[in-house]
């Protein structure tokens, strides 16, 4: 608990929360550009272009098994910032949830007000039909002929929604993004560099009285905020001093 952002949090009657890898390393996914992170790793090619769309497109098969080992996690479980959010959601609070992060544990910590940026692993559609597939139905592929899963219905390829390089934000998320920034009061800022655009750039769009900045690495936003914190994400939300 930190009592300055416990003083924040008590007087703020709009609250956002912007949040990227940092407040889901603390539930043991990894971090793309750590040092130990995706980015730093080698394989046969860039980890930026096996997940871009044009590999994807033109290397379905070497897109699908990449993505089944390095972006499908099993057995994370949501963090106490995750549950600290969820309940300050619950308590009005909390407006909503921007998230760079595509693993869903906002929503299964209990955030219902949740703004995906980069989509989730959790959702999956057929792109030809559109049919509606879980994760499981893209790990399930991998032992069956090429390992693109495919359509049930029409045996068009059953891709994740998840934002590839190379692809537009979703519109109507960015929008909803940017109206919850615009009209809160306090925006926490947690968990990111504040490195990947255009999801970066919607702290423009905020025009309230309180900005705090949670991140281990200091960030371009520092030196606008009311009060920064270069502590992991659940200690600084966590409502006892448990770290």
Same mark, same amino acid.
């Given at each position: 608990?930190?009592?300055?952002?416990?003083?924040?949090?008590?007087?703020?009657?709009?609250?956002?929360?912007?949040?990227?890898?940092?407040?889901?390393?603390? =539930?043991?996914?990894?971090?793309?550009?750590?040092?130990?992170?995706?980015?730093?790793?080698?394989?046969?090619y $860039?980890?930026?272009v096996?997940?871009?769309?044009?590999?994807?497109?033109?290397?379905?098969?070497e897109?699908?098994?990449?993505?089944?080992q390095?972006?499908?996690?099993?057995?994370?479980r949501?963090?106490a910032?995750?549950?600290?959010?969820?309940?300050?959601?619950?308590?009005?609070?909390?407006?909503?949830v921007?998230?760079?992060?595509?693993?869903?544990?906002?929503?299964?910590?209990g955030?219902?007000?949740?703004?995906?940026l980069?989509? =989730?692993?959790?959702?999956?559609?057929?792109?030809?039909?559109?049919?509606?597939? $879980?994760?499981?139905?893209?790990?399930?592929?991998?032992?069956?002929?090429?390992?693109?899963?495919r359509?049930?219905?029409?045996?068009?390829?059953v891709? $994740?929604?998840?934002?590839?390089?190379?692809?537009?934000l979703?519109?109507?998320?960015?929008?909803?993004?940017?109206?919850?920034?615009?009209?809160?009061?306090?925006l926490?800022?947690?968990?990111? =560099?504040?490195?990947?655009?255009?999801?970066?750039?919607?702290?423009?769009?905020?025009?309230?009285?309180t900005l705090?900045?949670?991140?281990?690495q200091?960030?371009?936003?520092?030196?606008?905020?009311?009060?920064?914190?270069?502590?992991p994400?659940g200690?600084?939300?966590?409502?006892?001093?448990?770290?």
């Amino acid at each position: 608990m930190v009592p300055e952002l416990e003083k924040i949090l008590a007087k703020s009657q709009n609250l956002v929360f912007f949040g990227g890898a940092g407040v889901s390393t603390e =539930s043991g996914i990894p971090d793309f550009r750590s040092v130990d992170g995706l980015y730093h790793q080698t394989f046969r090619y $860039p980890p930026e272009v096996m997940l871009s769309h044009s590999f994807y497109a033109s290397h379905t098969a070497e897109f699908f098994d990449f993505y089944r080992q390095k972006l499908i996690v099993h057995g994370a479980r949501p963090n106490a910032a995750h549950l600290r959010l969820a309940k300050l959601e619950q308590q009005g609070t909390c407006k909503a949830v921007v998230t760079q992060n595509i693993d869903g544990l906002h929503q299964a910590a209990g955030s219902r007000t949740v703004y995906e940026l980069h989509g =989730s692993t959790l959702r999956n559609y057929c792109t030809r039909c559109g049919k509606f597939y $879980p994760v499981e139905f893209i790990e399930q592929a991998a032992g069956q002929g090429d390992g693109i899963p495919r359509c049930t219905e029409c045996g068009g390829i059953v891709k $994740p929604d998840v934002v590839l390089y190379e692809e537009g934000l979703d519109e109507a998320t960015m929008e909803n993004a940017m109206r919850a920034i615009a009209a809160a009061d306090t925006l926490i800022v947690g968990g990111t =560099s504040l490195a990947v655009y255009p999801a970066a750039g919607l702290l423009r769009y905020f025009r309230g009285d309180t900005l705090v900045v949670i991140n281990k690495q200091p960030t371009p936003a520092d030196s606008m905020a009311s009060l920064v914190l270069n502590l992991p994400i659940g200690q600084a939300l966590a409502e006892d001093n448990t770290p």
